[in-house]
Nanobody
Framework: QVQLVESGGGLVQAGGSLRLSCAASGSIFSINAMGWYRQAPGKQRELVAAITSGGSTNYSDSVKGRFTISRDNAKKTVYLQMNSLKPEDTAVYYC??????????????????WGQGIQVTVSS
């Protein structure tokens, strides 16, 4: 079974930094795009940043220049370095990945996986 496990969230003051990590585990043959989403109370989940298997990146306008997404394909891990954090960055952050997985070649398929979510709180 494929799992995504996030770590690195917490409470930080405005202007501070945090680094989120998300590690994929299980029966994985390949990973395509990986990304981070966030959901603040009362708001819809939104894309924060994404990265392809080749390293191309995409950011929401609200985090450009402050956040950096990266990945280590050997470790099946995606990172989100968050600098110059603002109170409006407060949200639950979710890791997402498009993974080719399965218990055998007969059952392998592409699926969209989500982490359990991790809280990031930025105080003013």
């Amino acid at each position: 079974q494929v799992q995504l496990v996030e770590s690195g969230g917490g409470l930080v003051q405005a202007g501070g930094s945090l680094r989120l990590s998300c590690a994929a585990s299980g029966s994985i043959f390949s990973i395509n795009a990986m990304g981070w989403y966030r959901q603040a109370p009362g708001k819809q989940r939104e894309l924060v940043a994404a990265i392809t298997s080749g390293g191309s990146t995409n950011y929401s306008d609200s985090v450009k220049g402050r956040f950096t997404i990266s990945r280590d394909n050997a470790k099946k891990t995606v990172y989100l370095q968050m600098n110059s954090l603002k109170p409006e960055d407060t949200a639950v952050y979710y890791c997402n990945a498009q993974i080719l997985g399965g218990s055998s070649l007969a059952t392998v398929k592409w699926e969209d996986y989500w982490g359990q979510g991790i809280q990031v709180t930025v105080s003013s």
